[in-house]
């Protein structure tokens, strides 16, 4: 069975998702753990609820007289995550950088979803950024991390129009709602092999991918 790995700082409605699709059959995996630097996070909760492995892990614990030691965090954050021998680990809602060395370590087992049709809107508050760029489409992507900040090759992406009289919480639930699908259907491919990353591409059935798989209405790819 594909095991998947979960990194979720808050709400975990991304990692919900995932598990309902397992439980309903439509997604053949296993959460084998969720991981919080937020031992308050909705997302452990989440994953308590489901009989899970719910493992929190503070960076405080890691401070130095010169700051927080980031790279010690994310090498012990890892060190746990390995432990549960993952397939993939899946960033759903996680809001730290990840170290380049661990990131590099796990080339292509690790993935992210962003709230923005990349490579537009890297970073935060990307609601905003797509309303005050004044586009008339949004959406969500999930890629492969690299060291590069939201700039890793992206796998899939679904589009929400942005509407006449939206403001950042209304056309983030347009967005979140297709957030859940595309993910879960991401992870449905990746778990059957279909899509891989090789170098800095990603193929698919064994072809270079040349724009990223799009999540149709029907919550499957195109
Ligand atoms: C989602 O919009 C995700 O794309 C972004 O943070 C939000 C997390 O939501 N990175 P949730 O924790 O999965 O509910």
Redesign the pocket.
Known sequence: MYRIAVL????????QAILDAIDGGRLPAKVVGVFSDRPGAL?LQRARDAGLPAIAMEPRRFATAAGIDRTAFDIALFEAIDATVPNMVVC??YLRLLDAGVVEAHGGRLVN???SLLPAFKGLHTHRQALHAGVSEHG?SVHFVTPDLDGGPVLAQARVPVLAGDDAPRL?QR??AR?HPLLVESLRWLAAGRVVLRGDRVYVDGRALATPLQLGANNAFA
């Open positions: 979720a700082s808050g709400r975990g409605s991304n990692l997302a759903a809602g979803i962003h709230p969500a983030a967005v979140l957030e």
